[in-house]
């Protein structure tokens, strides 16, 4: 019988609300819409709303645990999988150490609450320094500036939109991400509101993207360069005698060297390297400051380069220097209904990096993780302390990480490889085991790490659509159960630890009053699982019910909301949510300052030769998306985008084939003649490179394989204080392909 529910789309960061027409009975999903009711996305939905329908549909989905066997996959129990792969990876790590065992960790776990609610558990259990993720491929310079201003690296400023009369985009496209770290569906809408309110949008970006074509203005910047423009605009600041602290300037410091700093960046000296004219750049400097509630907004095209870190760093400080960070229609931090009461003593964190190197390059960690476009010699290395196994968490290195070809080579050479994934690709490919966990319609979720992203404070719970098949495991119950056997323990303890913990955090809290640890548990105690934990921070959190000291929510007050809750509008939070000493604001840490004599050094040789951005298309996700035939129709997106100016010198021709090399390796692909890109830039999008004929995904091969930008990539090139590669703004070499 159809049944009408209501859950959240789990495909990016927008998290809009949808309407599922299904058959339980049948596990049919019937349709899904957009839910007009939902309180944030008002029925709006883009075509990755049925994303996770096609997945749950898409017969080579693994179900089962595979084991490969004489080069051939065989199904297997969980109780075998689980029993050999523990006994295998506890072997490994007592004979050889901790650090025998390497991670890689995928961006999808971001998408899933209960996963990322056990993540600490997985990485502190299995304690391995030979820890990649996603997140130096992407976002790192994010962390490491929000770590060293607001001592939190998951204190994100995201911009005010809804209440900004002046939108400034640096190396973001809101209408294809729906605004990453900035999560607001339907970003068009959110963008023509700002005009509709006499404000402006400019966009700043070596390519017209999408969201540059709706857009009042848009100056094209050479890719890799936006730190010496946001340099130069804090210059024109200071010179100008245009610095406005705001109500924050009793709580900061560094304004001096800030200065200093600043000194040798001028629109007129960095205009050549950025391709903006001092005039322009001038022009935007005024029109942002005659705003009445202007916003910088930089996102990954600012993280993706050789100075990420300092572009990052940048745009927050411009938007302190005018008065923008933690006022309405400026920078402001959302508060997530999950963000649990302060402990009984003021938490100061110190920064997270270089407390262990790399095997091979001494390169320092960062969140305690290497980086990943250093993965493949890190597990290619051969001496004693040698990497002997490998678990990768829902991703695709060789597909998402430069030096991918490497990656596989290493990986072949290794003693075991096990995968959390439920499809065969490029990396999973290579494993002797892949276990797979339910997906995203078995499993109940809820929006843990977006909430914290939104341009409104919410929350949304999404239940359970289907059942799964017997004996199915979700993702934290594997994780759970691989780091209990590899240490000896049972995973019922670990969860029973988990509660416990957390139980014992909140009673400990001054906020929560004479609450104990056993009123904690015995009043969460209708919940099992995750679900329990989340409806403890829930309860304990800035909207909650305080385990029925006062009037709040719970999660069953959140599940009954079926349309999301809206908790309104950003407010100030500055300077209570610092965790920096004495709640001060370092305009200028040392990490920074030491990079930017870096900066200097390189401005003589910025923009030498043709520089390879990214782009995304509204029907990928990464390399998520392409096994879904209905996401692969249409013409070829693995497309080179080249100026028409640069393809009449190189002889090219509309979909004809050029040679790009770039990093001793060199790919040949269709060429699309386009002036949405600046002379001297080519585009080729990432996630593609569908060529390994031992993958499990077919329609992938052979429909939409394209070729890997991050193939094109030179790995050894890194944004030096977070260590996160550099694929925006990659030189290569282009020709007509003979």
């Given at each position: 019988?159809?049944?009408?529910l209501?859950?959240s789309?789990?495909t ?6 949808l309407?599922?027409?299904v058959?339980?009975?049948t596990?049919?999903?019937l349709s ?5 009711n939902?309180?944030?996305s008002?029925?709006y ?6 994303a996770f329908?096609?997945?749950?549909e898409d017969?080579?989905?693994?179900r089962?645990p595979?084991?490969k ?6 199904e297997?129990?969980?109780?075998q ?5 523990g006994d ?9 150490g901790?650090?025998s065992?390497?991670m890689y960790?995928?961006?999808?776990n ?13 990485t ?8 990649f993720?996603?997140g130096?491929?992407?976002?790192q310079p ?7 201003l607001y ?5 994100f ?18 209408l294809?991400?729906?605004g990453?770290l900035m999560?607001?569906p339907n970003?068009e809408?959110q963008?023509?509101?700002?005009r509709?309110?006499g ?11 999408e969201?540059?074509a709706i ?23 200071f010179?100008?005698?245009h ?12 304004i001096?060297?800030?200065r200093?700093l ?12 950025t391709?903006?004219p001092?005039?322009?750049?001038r ?7 005659q705003?009445?509630?202007?916003v ?5 095209g600012?993280?993706?380069q050789e100075?990420g870190t300092?572009?990052s ?8 220097l005018?008065?923008?960070l933690d006022?309405?229609g ?5 508060q997530a ?10 938490v100061?964190?110190e920064l997270?990096?270089?407390r ?11 969140m305690?993780?290497?980086p ?5 010699e890190e597990?290619?290395?051969d001496?004693?302390?040698r ?7 829902a991703g695709?290195p060789?597909l998402s990480?430069?030096?991918g070809?490497?990656i596989?080579?290493a990986?072949e050479?290794?003693?075991l ?33 977006f ?8 929350a949304r719970y999404?239940?359970?659509?289907f059942e ?7 993702q934290y119950?594997?994780?759970t ?6 240490n000896g323990?049972?995973a ?9 913990g ?18 904690v548990?015995?009043t ?5 699982g ?6 403890m ?13 006062r009037e709040?929510?719970?999660l069953?007050?959140i ?5 999301g ?8 939070r500055?300077?209570d ?12 840490p040392d ?8 900066l200097?050094?390189a ?19 990464n ?6 035939n209905?996401?692969?129709r249409?013409k ?5 985008l ?7 010198k ?6 004809g084939k ?8 060199s790919a ?5 003649i ?20 031992d993958?499990g995904q ?11 930008c991050?193939d094109?990539?030179?790995w050894?090139v ?6 996160t590669?550099?694929?925006?703004g ?5 020709c007509?392909?003979?």
């Amino acid at each position: 019988m159809p049944e009408t529910l209501y859950r959240s789309c789990p495909t990016c960061e927008a998290s809009c609300g949808l309407v599922l027409e299904v058959d339980r009975d049948t596990k049919q999903v019937l349709s899904i819409k957009g839910d007009p009711n939902d309180e944030r996305s008002q029925g709006y939905v883009c075509a990755k709303s049925q994303a996770f329908r096609y997945v749950y549909e898409d017969p080579e989905r693994l179900r089962r645990p595979v084991k490969k066997v004489n080069g051939e996959w065989q199904e297997i129990s969980w109780q075998q999988a689980l029993t050999e792969v523990g006994d295998k990876l506890s072997a490994l790590r007592q004979e050889h150490g901790k650090d025998s065992i390497a991670m890689y960790y995928g961006n999808p776990n971001g998408h899933n609450f209960s996963s990322m609610v056990y993540t600490e558990l997985f990485t502190q259990m299995l304690n391995t320094e030979r820890f990649f993720s996603a997140g130096s491929v992407d976002q790192q310079p994010k962390n490491l500036s929000c770590e060293l201003l607001y001592g939190n690296a998951w204190m994100f400023p995201i911009p005010d939109i809804q209440r900004s009369d002046f939108f400034v985009c640096m190396g973001g496209n809101p209408l294809v991400s729906q605004g990453s770290l900035m999560s607001a569906p339907n970003a068009e809408a959110q963008l023509n509101a700002i005009r509709q309110r006499g404000g402006e949008v400019w966009v700043i970006d070596p390519r017209r993207s999408e969201t540059a074509a709706i857009a009042d203005q848009h100056l094209f910047i050479k890719p890799g360069t936006d730190a010496y423009l946001l340099f130069a605009w804090v210059n024109v600041l200071f010179s100008e005698n245009h610095i406005d602290l705001g109500r924050l300037g009793t709580h900061i410091d560094g304004i001096d060297t800030l200065r200093a700093l600043a000194a040798p960046f001028t629109p007129e000296n960095t205009a050549d390297i950025t391709g903006v004219p001092a005039s322009e750049l001038r022009a935007l400097i005024k029109a942002f400051k005659q705003a009445q509630a202007p916003v910088l907004y930089g996102r990954i095209g600012l993280c993706t380069q050789e100075f990420g870190t300092l572009a990052s760093w940048l745009v927050d400080i411009v938007n302190i220097l005018q008065g923008r960070l933690d006022e309405p229609g400026g920078a402001m931090f959302p508060q997530a209904a999950t963000e649990l009461p302060p402990p009984p003593e003021p938490v100061i964190n110190e920064l997270g990096r270089d407390r262990f190197k790399t095997r091979v390059r001494n390169f320092p960690e960062y969140m305690g993780m290497m980086p990943a476009s250093l993965m493949a010699e890190e597990l290619a290395y051969d001496g004693e302390d040698r990497a002997r196994a490998l678990i990768t968490v829902a991703g695709n290195p060789v597909l998402s990480v430069p030096n991918g070809e490497a990656i596989r080579e290493a990986m072949e050479k290794l003693e075991l490889i096990v995968a959390l994934d439920f499809y065969i690709n490029e990396t999973t490919s290579l494993a002797d085991y892949i276990l797979p966990s339910t997906s995203q319609l078995e499993h109940s979720n809820y929006d843990f790490l977006f909430q914290t992203t939104a341009v409104r404070n919410f929350a949304r719970y999404s239940p359970k659509i289907f059942e799964p098949e017997p004996g199915s495991l979700d993702q934290y119950e594997i994780m759970t159960e691989l780091v209990a056997r590899i240490n000896g323990m049972q995973a019922d303890d670990l969860h029973a630890m988990m509660v416990e913990g957390l139980a014992s955090q909140l009673a400990a809290s001054p906020a929560l009053g004479s609450l104990d640890a056993d009123t904690v548990k015995t009043t969460t105690e209708a919940h099992s699982g995750p679900e329990r934990l989340l409806d403890m921070m829930l309860r304990a959190g800035p909207h909650g019910d305080h385990f029925g000291q006062r009037e709040g929510w719970n999660l069953q007050r959140i599940k009954d909301a079926h349309h999301g809750v809206d908790f309104g509008p950003l407010s100030p939070r500055l300077p209570d949510a610092l965790q920096t000493p004495q709640k001060r604001l370092n305009l200028a840490p040392d990490l920074i300052a030491e990079d930017v004599s870096r900066l200097r050094s390189a401005m003589t040789e910025a923009n030498t030769g043709f520089r390879l951005i990214g782009r995304r298309h509204i029907r990928d996700m990464n390399s998520w998306l392409h096994n879904i035939n209905q996401y692969v129709r249409g013409k070829n997106r693995c497309t080179l985008l080249v100026n028409p100016t640069d393809a009449d010198k190189l002889g090219l021709m509309q979909g004809g084939k050029a040679l790009v090399k770039g990093a001793g390796r060199s790919a040949t692909v269709e060429v699309e003649i386009s002036d949405s890109v600046m002379p001297g830039v080519v585009s080729l999008p990432h996630g593609f490179g569908h060529r390994f004929s031992d993958t499990g995904q077919s329609i992938a091969k052979e429909k939409l394989p394209g070729v890997s930008c991050n193939d094109l990539i030179d790995w050894t090139v890194l944004d030096v204080p977070s260590g996160t590669s550099v694929v925006n703004g990659a030189q290569v070499e282009v020709c007509a392909a003979g």
